[in-house]
């Protein structure tokens, strides 16, 4: 619908009906209004599936919902690395939406993995914002190709479930921006989301929902969002503030008090009316998108669950795999081990919470086959005696076979929405269990379902490890078909598995404040810091194994030299060089010279994936912008590229550089400084403009205490010696004049620094 006509319709509208429109109608439906034409709309979790909820609603998956394909969840999607892939499973939920009239699904949940203790990680991607957001644009693109909106979440900083309604994350800007918002950015430019969702936290002090400075100044005026920003559920504080910050929908309804205070600020004078309008607007503009392209086709269910099976598949990640003990063989004798062989844990708990289709575990797939065995091995709940009997039934059956595969993980409880993780451990059984079974048996493998990292004792005791993470309802067919080699593994990790919680870089603090939450590691977030700090690892961001071997030669680039503005072309030839099939994960990593801050040592800065037959070489370009080099300058208030000499690394991994090649980059925008007479003295020093300036008008405050020569000379002589005392002295504020140059006062000091400022913005500095 038109602009106009849409304004035409708020003209019409009461301040009553306005109002309405800006809260829930129900718990999942918005507003309508029917002499205009408006429908109830209703929206819908999210994000790897659809909760729509018929009867009793509730946001933390509490209640029942309709039947839904369950997707793998984020943790696994993030891990296939490729966003197309993650277009077809967006497509796929945005066609079920479409058949179950539901306008808006409520995901993806793009928040950063920034512990891998906190509860909701399993629903998020990773660790490092390129492949957050990219996983993100893909979703997206698939869900609105359906004509039906999608909602990223939770914006922002939102990244711990402990008092996760009114914690306030402490986060500087420049964390802020190439972190956090990062995260969230080329998604909304490139795939231009319809709506999206306000996190329930506060921001250096503000809540997100009433942050202008988030919702207005960077989501619409630069990134250019169109949509509505609606709230996490009940996280609408004050309506008002949030509606003047640019936040249009509090979730959900009725909420008969916000409606009475939004009324209440426009007859005072509060809010002025045409603010209101234009977040009745904007809700409109995108109930209208819906409402006229809707369609309601049936939805293919058998599909669907090939398609999760299949994504599923694409996003495994094969650890370990030595002595080749994967894939196994037709003929060979097996052990099945482990409570998930027949009832896989395959999603978390809380509001993403999906009632599948079908479920598919891999007993389902191959329990028929002659020569494969079973044991459970561990059952949550279980008392010691029941456990013992377990076990000692799982090393039996371990015993009698070839080879013998475990498949273990993390219970429900351990990781849900609402509650944080509380050890990065598996549960003591069924770390005894792989023990156990890897004594009698050589050849173990151990296959996870869970959605974040653990811990592994038993390591080098097992010959292969499949990360399934949680993989939705068909993860048994995926699971069948990658351990006897009918699909080749080729997902890598999306975030860093650390060896013990204690070197997480958030370990100190993270979960022990319940009000301000101080992201005190600033931009060293997962493997930013492991590999900064030079900190091993249990598996590294980027890591993934296949059942063929690819090799990566002839990195080149297309300048040795450029300017910030110019685009680098990178190119690499990669090659399969095993007996297989496979899909090979191109990661381009960029490492910026050493600066004074802690700057990470390398970041990922382009991927792609891309399928190669046997003894198949291609030579693959990917292009590097502006960004991929730069870092936000606070004092710029914009990115910029440091001058310096960039490497430009292929890795297997973020801690596994293969090839390297440098780049010289020039910055085409000038630092200016701003000082003040708390600058040091040695930072105006360091300036040419400002330097002279200095040098003119402090000689003459110094004038009547000899000459410059003589004051060299008195510093020679002094205990320290002259080096020491100019050591000294360039750490001195500029203010530190006042006091031991006699005769000069504080106004002098700021005069000074006025001259010295406006000879730094005049652009004197060269
Ligand atoms: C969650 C959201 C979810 C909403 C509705 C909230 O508790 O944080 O992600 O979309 O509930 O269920």
Not at 88 to 106: N, R, Y
Request: aromatic residues 8%; glycine residues 8%.
């Amino acid at each position: 619908m038109k602009k106009e006509e849409i304004k035409k319709k708020i003209d019409q509208m009461t301040l009553e009906e306005k109002a309405l429109l800006c809260v829930g109608r129900d718990f999942w439906h918005l507003q309508g209004l029917e002499r205009l034409g408006i429908r109830e709309t209703m929206v819908t979790d999210g994000p790897h599936g659809l909760r729509k909820q018929e009867e009793k609603a509730d946001h933390l998956g509490v209640n029942g919902s309709n039947a839904a394909i369950c997707f793998p969840a984020g943790c696994a999607l993030a891990s296939s690395f490729d966003p197309a892939l993650a277009q077809e499973m967006g497509q796929e939920i945005g066609k079920l939406a479409q058949a179950e009239v539901v306008s808006v699904v409520l995901g993806p949940a793009v928040n950063i993995k920034r512990s891998p203790l906190c509860g909701r990680n399993f629903e998020y991607y990773s660790e490092d914002p390129l492949v957050s957001s990219s996983i993100a644009a893909g979703t997206i693109k698939g869900i609105q190709s359906q004509n039906v909106g999608a909602c990223p979440k939770h914006f922002l900083a939102n990244n711990q479930e402990r008092y996760r309604q009114t914690s306030n994350s402490v986060v500087d800007e420049q964390t802020l921006r190439e972190i956090y918002l990062a995260s969230f950015e080329s998604a909304v430019r490139e795939a231009e989301p319809w709506t999206m969702m306000c996190a329930y936290n506060r921001i250096n002090g503000t809540y997100a929902c009433e942050n202008a400075a988030f919702l207005t100044d960077i989501l619409r005026d630069e990134w250019g969002f169109d949509g509505y920003v609606m709230t996490d559920w009940g996280a609408m504080d004050d309506p008002v503030e949030c509606i003047k910050a640019g936040l249009e929908l509090g979730m959900p309804g009725p909420a008969q008090d916000n409606v009475r205070r939004i009324r209440k600020a426009v007859e005072d004078g509060v809010m002025e009316e045409a603010v209101l309008d234009r977040a009745v607007e904007r809700i409109l503009t995108v109930v209208f998108r819906y409402q006229e392209n809707h369609k309601a086709v049936p939805y293919d269910f058998e599909k669907g669950h090939a398609a999760a099976a299949r994504i599923e598949s694409e996003s495994a990640v094969l650890l370990k795999n030595e002595d080749g003990v994967l894939p196994l063989l037709e003929e060979e004798s097996v052990a099945l081990i482990g409570a998930f062989v027949k009832a896989p844990r395959y999603q978390g708990g809380g509001s993403s919470h999906i009632n599948p289709y079908r479920m598919s575990s891999v007993w389902d797939v191959a329990g028929d086959k002659e020569n494969v065995s079973y044991a459970e091995g561990f059952r949550v709940g279980a008392d010691a005696e029941q456990q013992e009997q377990l076990l000692q039934e799982a090393i039996l059956c371990a015993k009698t076979a070839d080879k013998a595969v475990l498949f273990i993980g993390l219970p429900d409880s351990f990781e849900t929405e609402g509650l944080d993780r509380k050890r990065l451990d598996l549960p003591e059984d069924q770390n005894r269990l792989v023990e156990a079974v890897a004594a009698v048996q050589p050849d173990t493998v151990v296959v996870l379902h869970n959605g974040s990292p653990v811990t592994m004792p038993w390591l080098d005791k097992v010959k292969g490890i499949l990360e399934l993470y949680l993989g939705g309802e068909a993860v048994g067919i995926a699971a069948a078909d990658l351990i006897y080699g009918k699909v080749n593994p080729s997902g890598h990790l999306a975030e860093s598995f650390p060896i013990r919680i204690e070197d997480t870089p958030t370990y100190p603090y993270y979960g022990v404040e319940r009000d301000d939450v101080p992201y005190r590691e600033g931009r060293l977030v997962g493997y930013r810091y492991y590999e900064t700090m030079h900190r091993p690892v249990l598996f590294p961001f980027g890591h993934g194994l296949s059942y063929t071997e690819f090799s990566f030669t002839n990195l080149c680039l297309d300048k040795k030299e450029m300017k910030d503005t110019e685009r680098l072309a990178v190119s690499v030839d990669v090659a399969n060089t095993g007996m297989r099939a496979g899909k090979a994960l191109v990661q381009i990593y960029v490492s910026a010279p050493r600066c004074k801050e802690v700057r990470p040592l390398r970041e990922l800065r382009a991927f792609e994936k891309i399928f190669l037959a046997p003894g198949e070489v291609r030579t693959i370009s990917l292009e590097l912008s502006k960004r991929a080099f730069a870092e936000w300058n606070v004092g710029l208030g914009d990115w910029y590229v440091p001058e310096g000499e960039y490497h430009i690394q292929i890795g297997r991994s973020a801690a596994d550089i293969i090839l390297e090649e440098a780049v010289l980059v020039h910055p085409t925008v000038a630092l200016r400084p701003h000082f003040t007479v708390n600058s040091p003295i040695g930072d105006i020093m360091a300036h040419p403009a400002a330097a002279k300036v200095f040098a003119q008008v402090s000689g003459n405050m110094m004038g009547t205490e000899g000459t410059e020569e003589e004051r060299g000379k008195d510093m020679e002589n002094s205990v320290l010696g002259k080096e020491a005392m100019e050591a000294i002295m360039v750490e001195s504020p500029l203010r530190a004049m006042v006091s031991y140059v006699p005769g000069t006062s504080i106004e002098q000091a700021e005069q000074l620094v006025d001259a010295i400022n406006a000879a730094v913005q005049c652009g004197k500095d060269e």
